[in-house]
């Protein structure tokens, strides 16, 4: 059986052309029309990613007036992100809606798809996220770097992908882990935003205000202020370099 993929979107006919390019790469979809619907058989059915369209409406599918919103979407993202079997989110978005995309990957999104938007690229979308979150325990794969990074309190095991700090395990997006790993093999280097986007993301082009987004969640959770971070360091009109602290 393959992995599981919970399609979130109340318009039948996007629903059913992304669930056909989905199965047709081997994976199992399960459909929401609405974002109640979207919890309940998160719960129910455990997916391994969820696609999330943010326009959806404030009830039932079946209820043509629903209005439909942004806010629904944002909901649903946020409740998901904050349950402990959080898996990778995938946000559908309309193209004017960059301030929801913004909040979206605030919230702890890991990816987007703009529409139109391609059924293939979303595919190989989903594809690349569940890649990069799929050794989250376990032996390390042959072509995973057995790394493990320490920053004073800090410490990053790439092969597991697993992140403490104070021995804590730190709750990291697949996208925030993967930049954080990044930031940590290039320690002291100044990274430009495009370069994050496309070493990170495998973009070669996109909104640049995705990789200030997962700066500053990012900062949330490894800096002692994030708002004047000593670890990732912002270089004015560049971009980022990371600054071991050598505790």
């Not at 376990?138 to 021995?167: K, M, N, W, Y």
């Not at 370069?195 to 082009?205: A, H, R, Y």
Request: glycine share 8%; proline share 6%.
């Amino acid at each position: 059986m393959g992995q599981r993929v919970l399609v979130v979107d109340d318009d039948p006919t996007v629903s059913d052309v992304v669930r056909r390019y989905l199965e047709r790469a081997g994976f199992e979809v399960i459909l929401a029309g609405d974002g109640a619907t979207a919890l309940r058989k998160f719960s129910a059915e455990k997916p391994d990613l969820v696609i999330l369209d943010l326009m959806l409406p404030s009830s039932d599918a079946g209820n043509d007036r629903a209005p439909r919103t942004a806010h629904v979407g944002l909901e649903v993202c946020r409740q998901l992100r904050g349950r402990p079997d959080g898996v990778p989110i995938v946000m559908l978005t309309a193209l004017g809606e960059e301030a929801d995309r913004v909040l979206g990957l605030q919230l702890g999104a890991d990816d987007y798809v703009t529409k139109p938007f391609s059924p293939r690229e979303l595919v190989l979308r989903v594809q690349s996220v569940l890649r990069r979150a799929g050794n989250t325990a376990g032996p390390t794969s042959p072509d995973t770097p057995a790394e493990t990074f320490i920053d004073g309190d800090l410490v990053v095991d790439a092969a597991r992908r697993r992140a403490t700090r104070d021995g804590v395990e730190l709750a990291l997006t697949v996208r925030e882990f993967d930049l954080l790993v990044f930031l940590l093999r290039n320690p002291g280097r100044v990274v430009r935003r495009a370069e994050l986007l496309k070493s990170v993301w495998g973009w070669t082009f996109g909104d640049q205000s995705t990789v200030t987004v997962h700066v500053r969640r990012l900062r949330e959770k490894v800096e002692d202020d994030p708002a004047q971070p000593r670890r990732i360091v912002t270089v004015w009109g560049v971009g980022y370099r990371y600054e071991l602290s050598h505790a």
